[in-house]
C-alpha cells in the first residue's frame, strides 16, 4: 500500500485517503472480477470436459478398429503343401476338404544365350509376342483370351538391358530379367504368367543390315531354348479332379484364396473353422469399449443432485443427444444381414436402467453356435445375396442397409425393390433411392433373388465416432464457440482494468479536493488563531 505523506505530515485532514481509496475502489472492482473469473474458470472446465469427449470418441475408434471384419473364423490346414488365406469374410464360411497335389502350374522359360554384356547390342526391328498352347513341336494354338503384343527395338534401346526394359513396360505377364552366368556371359531370361495357354510364340522381324535380333525368335519348341515348359496345376478335392491355370486358386473355396505350394504324397485336409472363444472375447471386448464411453459422458453431464458433485458439462445438451444417440445403436434393428433383423439382444447383450450394457456369455455362445455366421452383424459389413449366380458390390454410403429384391424381367431388365436399374450386359446399377450405389453382376443363368446390405455395429460405432469427430460436427463448434468465450473472458477484464484505474483516478481527483479545502480551513484556522491570541496579548497590557 502506497503511503499518505500528507496525513503523516499532519497536513489536510489527516486521513489516510490513499488507503480509502484502495479500499473503496477494491470494493467495487472483486465482485465484477469475481463474476468475470468464476465465468472463465467454468468456460475452462466446459472446455477441458469437451476435450475429454473429444478423446473418448477418439479411443472408441481406436480400440474397435481391431474389431472390425474379425468374424472367428479361422483357416487351417494338416500339412505344408498349401497356404490358406480369408480373403472375402462376406462369403467364407466353416468347412473341410482332403486336397490332393499332383502337379504345380509353371510358368513356360525361355533362355536367349550369348550375350557378353548387358550393353551389348541385339539388333533392330521387332519381336511379335503370341499367347496360346504348344500342343506339338510345330503346333501353336492362339489363346483367345490374350491380344498380341509388339515390342520395338531401335536405336534407343538396343542393348540386351534395352530390350529387357521394353519388353517388361509393355505389361503383358511376360517378365524379362538378365542372368550373368558367367565372367563375360549373360543370358535374356523370358518367362511367362502360369498356365499350359499361356505359352510364348515370339516371332522376330529384324530391320535391313541389323543383325542379332532373329536369333531372339522363338516359333517352333526349342528345348535348348525352353527351360520350364508351360503347364497347369492338376489337384484333387475330396476326390474331385482339378485344374487351374495358376498355383493361386481364388475360385476353388468361396471366400478363400489357396496358393499351391508343393506336390503331395497323401491328401491334406484344409479347413476353416469358427473359434467361439475368440468370438466371445471380441463381444466382450466391445460391450465393454461402449460401456467405457457411456459412462464417461454419464459423469460429464451428471448434475450434482442431492449433494452430489455435478459434472463439468452438468446438463449439456450435446452430451445428452450423443449419450442418447449410444443408447441406441445399443437396440435398434441390425438390418441387411438375413431375411430378419438382428438384435444386440440376440447375442446376450442386456441394456440396464442407467444405460450401460451386459453381456450374457451363455446366451452369446449359445446363438454363436447355432449360428456362427449372423456374428458378421457385429464385425463384418458386407454384401450378399441369395443365389451364387448373382453378386453384388456397394460403393458410397448413401445407401441404407437391408434387404432388397432383385428382379429381372423377360427381358432381362433388372429392378431392385421395384426400381429400374441401369443394365450394361450382365450388369447392374443404381444412383439414386435407399439402394444407390448398388451394383449387381449375373452370372450365366442367374435369376432374381434378394441382395442383403449390411452395415455391422462396428461400422456404426466408427461411423458414430466419425461425424462426432469431424470439423464441421456439432462438438467441433461447440469448441470453437467455448474459446471464443474465452477469449471475451480476458477482454471484460481488460476492460475491468480500464474502468478501475479510471475510478481511482476519479475519487483520488475527489480526495485531493477535499484536503485542498481542508487544508485551506485549516490554514483559516491557524489566521484566526493567531489573531486572538494578539487581541488576548493587548488587552493585558
Given at each position: ?87 472375402d469374410k462376406a462369403k467364407a464360411k ?397 477482454d471484460r477484464l481488460a476492460d475491468l ?45
Amino acid at each position: 500500500m502506497a503511503t499518505d505523506y500528507l496525513s503523516a505530515l499532519n497536513i489536510g485532514s489527516g486521513l489516510n485517503t490513499t488507503e480509502i481509496i484502495d479500499s473503496i475502489v477494491a470494493a467495487e472492482r472483486a465482485p465484477q472480477e469475481a463474476a468475470i473469473t468464476k465465468g472463465k474458470d467454468q468456460k475452462n472446465l466446459q472446455i477441458s470436459g469437451l476435450g475429454q469427449v473429444k478423446q473418448k470418441f477418439k479411443d472408441l475408434d481406436t480400440n474397435i478398429t481391431p474389431f472390425d471384419g474379425a468374424i472367428a473364423l479361422s483357416a487351417k490346414k494338416s500339412g505344408t503343401s498349401v497356404d490358406l488365406e480369408i480373403t472375402d469374410k462376406a462369403k467364407a464360411k466353416a468347412f473341410s476338404n482332403q486336397i490332393g497335389i499332383s502337379s504345380l502350374a509353371a510358368a513356360e522359360t525361355l533362355v536367349f544365350s550369348g550375350f557378353s554384356s548387358e550393353t551389348a547390342a541385339v539388333g533392330t526391328g521387332s519381336l511379335a509376342f503370341a499367347f496360346g498352347t504348344w500342343a506339338s513341336t510345330n503346333s501353336f494354338s492362339a489363346n483367345s483370351s490374350r491380344t498380341n503384343q509388339t515390342v520395338t527395338i531401335d536405336s534407343t534401346n538396343n542393348t540386351l538391358a534395352g530390350l529387357r526394359d521394353a519388353i517388361n513396360a509393355k505389361n503383358m505377364d511376360v517378365t524379362a530379367s538378365i542372368l550373368k552366368t558367367g565372367a563375360t556371359s549373360y543370358s535374356l531370361v523370358v518367362k511367362s504368367r502360369e498356365g499350359v495357354s499361356h505359352a510364348m510364340q515370339i516371332t522376330a522381324t529384324e530391320n535391313p543390315g541389323g543383325s542379332g535380333l532373329a536369333d531372339l525368335a522363338y516359333t517352333s519348341v526349342d528345348t535348348n531354348k525352353r527351360t520350364v515348359t508351360a503347364s497347369d496345376a492338376a489337384l484333387t478335392i475330396d476326390g474331385t479332379s482339378v485344374s487351374r491355370e495358376t498355383n493361386k486358386i481364388d475360385d476353388l473355396i468361396d471366400g478363400l484364396t489357396v496358393t499351391l505350394k508343393a506336390t503331395t504324397s497323401a491328401a491334406e485336409t484344409i479347413s476353416a473353422e469358427y473359434d467361439k472363444t475368440l468370438a466371445t472375447s471380441i463381444m466382450e471386448a466391445l460391450v465393454g469399449q461402449m460401456n467405457a464411453l457411456g459412462s464417461s459422458l454419464d459423469e460429464l453431464s451428471k448434475r450434482g443432485l442431492n449433494g452430489a458433485e455435478p459434472g463439468p458439462l452438468a446438463g449439456d445438451f450435446l452430451v445428452r443427444k450423443l449419450r442418447t444417440q449410444l443408447r441406441r445403436m445399443t437396440t435398434d434393428p441390425i438390418n441387411g444381414f438375413a431375411t430378419s433383423s438382428i438384435y444386440l439382444a440376440d447375442f446376450g447383450v442386456k441394456t440396464g436402467q442407467d444405460g450401460s450394457i451386459t453381456l450374457d456369455k451363455t446366451i452369446f455362445e449359445k446363438r454363436f453356435n447355432a449360428d456362427p455366421d449372423s456374428f458378421a452383424a457385429i464385425v463384418n459389413s458386407r454384401v450378399t445375396t441369395g443365389s451364387s449366380l448373382v453378386s453384388a458390390t456397394v460403393t458410397g454410403s448413401d445407401y441404407k442397409p437391408g434387404v432388397y429384391a432383385f428382379a429381372l424381367d423377360g427381358s432381362a431388365n433388372g429392378t431392385i425393390a421395384g426400381a429400374a436399374m441401369t443394365k450394361n450386359g450382365d450388369q447392374y446399377t443404381i444412383s439414386s433411392g435407399d439402394a444407390q450405389g448398388v451394383t449387381v453382376t449375373k452370372t450365366g443363368n442367374g435369376s432374381s433373388t434378394n441382395i442383403f446390405i449390411g452395415t455391422s455395429l462396428i461400422e456404426s460405432l466408427k461411423n458414430f465416432s466419425t461425424n462426432v469427430l469431424t470439423s464441421t460436427a456439432d462438438l467441433a463448434t461447440k469448441l470453437s464457440q467455448y474459446r471464443k468465450d474465452l477469449t471475451d473472458y480476458d477482454d471484460r477484464l481488460a476492460d475491468l482494468d480500464i474502468r478501475i484505474a479510471s475510478v481511482r483516478s476519479n475519487y483520488a481527483a475527489k480526495f485531493a479536493a477535499m484536503e485542498s479545502a481542508v487544508t485551506s480551513l485549516k490554514s483559516t484556522e491557524t489566521s484566526i488563531k493567531n489573531m486572538m491570541d494578539s487581541w488576548r496579548a493587548s488587552l493585558k497590557q
